[in-house]
């Protein structure tokens, strides 16, 4: 079994995420989607919306209708579909989320109770090709978000059985198509067992992540009850690829081998895509603002374990009562999460409402990233000019004015 240290698994996660060296840059987005697996979506966009963030994190100042194209505007290439969140996910990976389309099946609810003219919509979508909300009445019954159509609520269920899938979006709304056409006929022909399933995704999420506990794995897939005992026995087993390891300092698991108790100091607690653990990581860091729903970030307890960075998400706390802001984002240099940034736009200036270095961290020694950081946003998104507002400490501020790029 192999032993890292906490920094060996950091680096191991970065690179797995595509956050060290050049070659993660290779193929641009639509190789990035397949090394990360899945790519989260949200409705929120602050500077971006986070599917394009995730990208430009990565890959730079990458063109956002690039980004745009290799998700959604080749229909072969992708489709959404639920995974660790609603998320986008290579097209190949769609004979892999037949046990989830079977259990929603079979649950025939979906937040909302299933309105029982889904048949006729489904005829609708064959006969007259691709829909959206606006073909058949509208999303809304008039309400909060929630409050919607009975169509909706349809055209949804359709989706999550997989009679419909999303392998586009034009100004952000969902063009559904049937699975036949939307779909490469040997992908929809092929016809795995929930174990099958769960197997190869587990082997996915553990090459994304690198190094991983069950919980991790659990958290990427979303998986309970049966399915995450399959999850289970494809790891003890060997059946999904990934090796046993032990991270020091991350929770133990209390082994039993042959009747006896295994110590916990040197019984595995995580796993570990066996190809990350041949070389070790090279190359130059990424520096970079990070999207609240990036899969590098995504699990909070994660994030913590791996980066000592306590995390959330403060647009659901009244603003009273916010500490660091609105959207914050994670700022990544050098291998770590060296502080988070409250970020906004007003027209050509990117506003950093609030920017906060982490505990223990010294202004001199990460001002440099943190321009660099701020600036690289900017520049991508259009504006010349970075304002900020707060600092904490204090003392960042004036290190920080700025009138050009770093």
């Not at 989607?33 to 994190?57: F, K, M």
Request: glycine share 8%.
């Amino acid at each position: 079994m192999t032993a890292l240290s906490p920094e060996e698994a950091r680096r191991l996660i970065l690179r797995a995420q595509g956050f060290v060296g050049a070659d993660a840059r290779r193929g641009g987005t639509y190789a990035m989607l397949r090394r990360l697996g899945a790519v989260q979506l949200d409705t929120i966009s602050v500077l971006a919306r986070s599917h394009e963030l995730v990208a430009y994190a990565r890959l730079g100042a990458v063109g956002r209708q690039a980004v745009e194209r290799a998700y959604w505007h080749n229909p072969a290439q992708s489709f959404e579909y639920w995974c660790h969140a609603a998320c986008i996910l290579p097209i190949e990976h769609w004979p892999l989320f037949a046990f989830r389309r079977r259990a929603y099946r079979d649950r025939r609810y979906r937040w909302h109770e299933v309105p029982d003219h889904v048949d006729k919509l489904l005829q609708q979508a064959r006969d007259s090709g691709p829909l959206t909300t606006s073909d058949v009445g509208g999303a809304k019954n008039g309400g909060p978000w929630w409050d919607w159509s009975d169509s909706k609520i349809g055209l949804e269920w359709l989706l999550d059985i997989g009679e419909l899938v999303c392998a586009r979006r034009v100004g952000w709304r969902r063009v559904y198509d049937v699975a036949e056409r939307a779909v490469p006929a040997a992908l929809l022909a092929e016809d795995l067992t929930d174990e099958e399933c769960i197997t190869r995704l587990a082997a996915i999420a553990g090459r994304s992540l690198g190094v991983a506990t069950r919980g991790d794995l659990i958290d990427f897939l979303r998986l309970t009850g049966r399915h995450s005992a399959i999850l289970d026995e494809a790891l003890l087993s060997g059946a999904a690829g990934l090796v046993p390891v032990h991270v020091a300092g991350w929770p133990s698991v209390r082994a039993v081998r042959s009747g006896k108790s295994v110590p916990a100091s040197s019984a595995p607690n995580a796993w570990a895509d066996p190809a990350a653990l041949e070389s070790e990581p090279r190359g130059r860091h990424r520096t970079t603002l990070v999207s609240p729903f990036d899969s590098l970030i995504w699990h909070r307890g994660r994030t913590e374990r791996v980066f000592g960075f306590n995390y959330q998400l403060e647009l659901y706390v009244p603003k009273h009562k916010r500490v660091h802001g609105y959207f914050t984002m994670p700022v990544l240099a050098g291998g770590r999460l060296i502080g988070r940034v409250d970020p906004a736009r007003e027209g050509s200036t990117l506003v950093a409402r609030q920017l906060s270095l982490e505990p223990g961290l010294t202004s001199a020694k990460w001002v440099d990233a943190l321009r660099e950081a701020l600036w690289s946003a900017a520049e991508w998104v259009g504006c010349d000019t970075v304002r900020v507002e707060r600092t904490d400490p204090p003392e960042l501020a004036p290190l920080l004015t700025m009138t050009g790029g770093a």
